[in-house]
């Protein structure tokens, strides 16, 4: 079972510096191999992040029966932390009361009630992706990961996280963070 509601563990913050993390082809845990991570660092307690190229096989009409546009969205796995947690970014209009901003007009929210203003049609939005679980690391731990070359990290970028195909996005970020790697 999914939960609704804010997740009281998850820091929140006022200023948000986030990022993508894109798993390198070295990955050796499977939970993570090929994943693309939106993340954003929250004071003393660690960075969090969601997996945001991972689509389930499941429609969001099966958790959200009563929105006709849940039909259209694919159920994303975040990651394996707080699994039953239910999470969403959204892109764009109204949806940024009760939500963490990540960048530009993209939030990072966990209130049920506002997804479903969302998916009904009562706030205005550009795009949404719906995660469960979520990815956590202790302070200092994700820079240790990173130096050990598991991670490769990219500015932030919107139009990859919302326009581009979730089965080839590693591959293009993983692209990209070679050829920034060579300069």
């Known amino acids: 079972m999914l939960l609704a509601g804010t997740l009281e563990q998850i ?17 050796a845990d499977p939970r993570f191999r090929k994943s693309v991570l939106l993340v954003t660092r929250h004071g003393k307690s660690g960075p969090i992040g969601v997996i945001v190229n991972r689509p389930e096989k ?40 009760r939500t963490l ?20 049609g009562k706030r205005r939005h550009k795009d949404l992706r719906v995660m469960h679980g979520l990815a956590s690391w202790a302070p200092g731990q994700l820079e240790y990961e990173i130096k050990l070359g598991d991670w ?7 139009t ?5 195909n979730p089965s080839e996005m590693w591959k293009d970020l993983n692209r990209r963070a070679n050829r920034y790697h060579e300069i």
Do not use: C, W
């Not at 490769?152 to 919107?158: A, G, K, M, S, V």
């Open 11 to 27: 820091p929140q913050a006022e200023d948000s510096p986030a990022f993508l993390l894109v798993a390198s082809q070295h990955m």
């Open 58 to 97: 499941i429609t969001l009409d099966k958790m959200f029966p009563e929105y006709p546009a849940a039909k259209e969205l694919k159920l994303f796995n975040g990651g394996p932390v707080y699994p039953e947690q239910v999470s969403y970014l959204v892109r764009g209009g109204d949806a940024v009361e």
């Open 101 to 120: 901003a990540i960048s530009g007009d993209v939030y990072l929210a966990y209130d049920i009630p506002i997804l479903g203003e969302l998916l009904s």
């Open 152 to 158: 490769d990290t990219l500015p932030i970028d919107e």
């Open 160 to 164: 990859v996280i919302f326009e581009s």
